[in-house]
């Protein structure tokens, strides 16, 4: 089973390419939705949250409160680490044992999609790492769109992030999407997943 690592900035496109090895037969892994899971069922992940943060990071439901979070860690980059250290972790056991359970069921391929990819780990885990990007003005236009924010917000969630340059250099290949036809990084994703599924690295 190939396992391909997703990265990219907001705005890029992996969604697109996403849903392009979803139809060719691999298991997706958001890990976004890996981690939301785990704020909800992994205790031990939750007490080190806790025992990290304080408790007052969780409601009166059990829910991770991310504003309260968030205000800790905001502008405190050790906080930052420590949080990253706890939650990466976690993230990492949970794919790890995911990408084992596909490979049993005899899964082709398996993607796993993550902002962090490589300072997660997660990076480490995958035969190949895909970069999606695309200019910032593009993704800005395409945020706006796809989310009805203002051009001020989007800029500002556009420059939080880093750069595509960062993620061309930290990945094995490189999807770029700057036009306005999806179907046209349909068949760039379709090409490149194909070679590195079916015939090892491109």
Same mark, same amino acid.
């Given at each position: 089973?190939?396992?391909?690592?997703?990265?990219?900035?907001?705005?890029?496109?992996?969604?697109?390419?996403?849903?392009?090895?979803?139809?060719?037969?691999?298991?997706?892994?958001?890990?976004?939705?890996?981690?939301?899971?785990?704020?909800?069922?992994?205790?031990?992940?939750?007490?080190?949250?806790?025992?990290?943060?304080?408790?007052?990071?969780?409601?009166?439901?059990?829910?991770?409160?991310?504003?309260?979070?968030?205000?800790?860690?905001?502008?405190?980059?050790?906080?930052?680490?420590? *949080?990253?250290?706890? %939650?990466?972790?976690? @993230? !990492?056991?949970?794919?790890?044992?995911?990408?084992?359970?596909? $490979? #049993? /069921? &005899?899964?082709?391929?398996?993607?796993?999609?993550?902002?962090?990819?490589?300072?997660?780990?997660?990076?480490? *885990?995958?035969?190949? %790492?895909?970069?999606? @990007? !695309?200019?910032?003005?593009?993704?800005?236009?395409?945020?706006? $769109? #796809? /989310? &009805?924010?203002?051009?001020?917000?989007?800029?500002?969630?556009?420059?939080?992030?880093?750069?595509?340059?960062?993620?061309?250099?930290?990945?094995?290949?490189?999807?770029?999407?700057?036009?306005?036809?999806?179907?046209?990084?349909?068949?760039?994703?379709?090409?490149?997943?194909?070679?590195?599924?079916?015939?090892?690295?491109?």
């Amino acid at each position: 089973m190939k396992v391909i690592g997703i990265t990219g900035p907001t705005g890029a496109g992996k969604t697109t390419a996403l849903r392009v090895l979803e139809k060719m037969g691999a298991l997706i892994l958001d890990c976004d939705v890996v981690y939301h899971d785990l704020t909800l069922s992994c205790v031990h992940m939750r007490e080190e949250l806790k025992e990290a943060f304080g408790p007052d990071i969780f409601g009166s439901d059990g829910s991770l409160q991310r504003k309260a979070l968030g205000a800790v860690v905001f502008d405190n980059p050790a906080a930052l680490e420590r *949080l990253n250290a706890i %939650t990466h972790r976690y @993230v !990492a056991q949970t794919v790890r044992g995911s990408l084992v359970q596909a $490979a #049993r /069921e &005899g899964r082709s391929a398996a993607a796993v999609d993550a902002i962090a990819l490589m300072e997660g780990g997660l990076g480490e *885990l995958c035969d190949a %790492t895909v970069a999606v @990007v !695309a200019a910032p003005e593009t993704r800005v236009r395409r945020i706006m $769109a #796809r /989310e &009805g924010i203002g051009e001020e917000y989007a800029r500002l969630r556009v420059a939080a992030q880093k750069g595509q340059e960062y993620f061309e250099e930290q990945c094995d290949y490189v999807l770029r999407n700057d036009g306005d036809d999806p179907a046209e990084l349909e068949r760039q994703a379709w090409t490149l997943f194909d070679t590195i599924i079916n015939k090892g690295d491109a």
